[in-house]
């Protein structure tokens, strides 16, 4: 009877574990990336001398960007899907908040991959 207890508390223990997820975060390592594609906009003229979400003054001569969620000075590259040119970014605002855009770059950065309105691109963290 006790070897079935243990295999009973064996198999739950199991089902319950499959459940959870568990990392172990060592600094500077990761074991995912973390890539998102969806359309990417720029912003400026109304944001020049205002302060970004991050506290800094908006010059639109950065490379940076806003993004909804990455912290605060995480560095992404931003690739065009059509012409397949990338900038690096740092992230140190918030936004956009339109429907299926998944980041606002500055002019200086929207420049370097030759972003007019917007365009489909695939972002991913740099670690």
Known sequence: MEKRKKIW???I???FLNGCSFSIRIPGISKEKYVERGLASWYGPGYYGQKTASGEIFTGKDLTAAHRTLPFNTRVKVTR???NKSVIV???DRGPFQKGYIIDLSPAAAKKIGLTKSAMV????IK
């Open 122 to 125: 695939e972002i991913m963290v």
């Open 90 to 92: 740092r992230i140190n």
């Open 13 to 15: 223990l199991l089902l």
């Open 9 to 11: 508390f064996a198999l």
């Open 81 to 83: 899907l059509d012409n």
